[in-house]
């Protein structure tokens, strides 16, 4: 697999999808998609197409339609080809498809539709940081594995050629270079080097000069590696340009290898096929410490070789102890300077070796060291697991990676120990130890504080959420699912922050944050927004929101929001009481206003009404008076009625008039049209 580090760029990444062309069911064109947010991506619609199509196009991802049987077919016969077993597969079932079998049970994540394009991409960005993050774990993992590798390999005395084959096969693994070369002079002649390659398997005896090859002259003026970008246009490499061309060669990364023999020195070459140089810090201090280890192992067998010329001349035939136990102290001067603590045990899982940093580690002297039992080393609550490593040593079971405590200058310290077979006449195991108290404390603390953090924000009870800037929700704690009746877990990672928010409503916060009208640049203070629920109905919130930075450039935006529904509710119910008491005070006027207009005039009235009677009893008959007298006997009587209803009136009740007055409605507010 290609390096991942790049997670967020998507031209980084490689898609295949898998399974029927018919999209119908889906109602999403996913490869359309993908290939608009600029992910490489191929298809096959069959499985006798799938299968050569994965094998060279080697996706980050694999994702399989499951729309009907065939494709089902697809997905099995692509889990059983074995090289493609690590292959992260994303499995999208149409809406009304059910598959015969648990299919579900082989594959890492599934969707089924419908779905949105934001839940999608969210989904497929989730699975390709997965794949990144346990791809970094595998590559550390490795890369610890493949220097323990060396280290033993090393220490067992092997002959120079298989030195450098082992060096440039296992540089190119840890580097994911196209192609790692080392050099290094050879005893016997000025103009002899060693020549071994990832791709040859043979080490070659050569006459080099600089001409042939300008890393050699570059190597011995180097400290340090370097890295040529360009290398076919460096004025360095114009004499064998064509070579570089021949080979593929865009870029190199030189670690340089300096001794003492005839004052040369050799290097170690990475080629790779791009221009660019894309190498870890971590890839670049593990090839560091190899190539140190390299020239140390390199420079004893050039000084071993020395004395088995002189032994060769008559002086001896056979290597006596005296010798071995020479050779052996070579051995350790080896690795003397090692950066690496390093321990080596015999057969009785006693200590035969140690370098300095081994010393620094255990916190004991060299000769406190040297003898002593492996146990003994240690704490007394690891002393038993450093028991069951000698026991597993004589099964040739080498365990790596386990903590176990020491005790230095009066402190308790924990070291990683990892474990090597050593096949010598001089040794069983050599045994690292790497001083991680303060890593493991920081791990803690940075545990202890995202636990807090963790805990902090889920006992809110204010909503909190935070998306990226392309987005995607990175957080939802519990007081944001008791408000939206929604599931942090099927949230984060599956939608984007505007399926949240009703229509433009995100556009309209990113716009306020980014004004200074809302509380400053990159904050928003207490705005009045609606936020939707699990059933799409709104829910009116009170939002604050901040932008939240990283090297100065935006990276996340994080907003607080409390639920105004019980707010708003009781705002409503005061309204209404202010109302209702608006009403009853407008009652209690209008019955007293009507008490005093119905006293005012029924005194008036009665003066009218008396004198109207009298005047009909002395108008005559035919009087053509008498009728005018009698009507305004019968409108005085009227208006004696509506004064008795003003007299009566209880209640506040009003009728239309002309337009839209509105005049007291003297039935309702009696009650006489009940």
Known sequence: MADLRKTRDPKNFRLAIAGSANDMSLDLDIERILRNQGYQVESAATREEAIPLVRAFRPHLLIVKILDREAENCLETLKKAGDLEAI?????????????????????????????????????????????FEDELDKQRKAQSILDEILSFLASGPQPENVLLTIAHKTALVSDADRCSVMFPKTGSPDLFWMASNDDSEVHTIEASPHMFPELEMANMLEEELDIPDVKNDPRFLEVRSRLEADGIESLVMYPMKQAVYGKAGFISLSFATRTIDLDPNIRKLCHMIKNAAVLALTGINDVTSQAQDYSTGKAKTVSTEHRLKKLERFEAYFENAAEAMLILDDNGRALSVNLEGEKVLGRSRREILGEWFPNFFHEKSKALAEDMLVGFSQEEFPRFLDMLVTRDGET???????????????????????VTDLRETEDELKKTKEFLENLIDGSVQGIMAWDMSGDILLFNKGAEKITNREAEDIVGNYNITDLFPENAIKEVLKQLHSTRYGGTGKLDNVRKDILDRNGQRIPVNLTASIVYEDGEEAAVVAIFSDLRERLNMEKKLSQARERLVLSEKQAMLAELAGTTAHELNQPLTSVMGYAELLLRKIPEDSHNRHTVEIILKEAERMAQIVKKIGKITKYKTTTYVGSTK???????????E
């Open 413 to 435: 310290r924990l070291l990683s120990v990892s474990s090597g077979a050593l096949h010598t006449s001089h040794g069983r195991a050599v045994i690292s130890l790497r001083d």
């Open 88 to 132: 992260p597969v994303l499995l999208i079932f149409g809406a009304d498809y059910t598959p015969s079998g648990d299919v579900s049970s082989i594959v890492q994540a599934t969707l089924r539709a419908p779905l949105s394009e934001a839940a999608f991409l969210a989904k497929i960005k989730t699975e390709l940081e997965l794949k990144f």
């Open 663 to 673: 005049i007291v409605d003297l039935d309702k507010s009696t009650g006489d049209d």
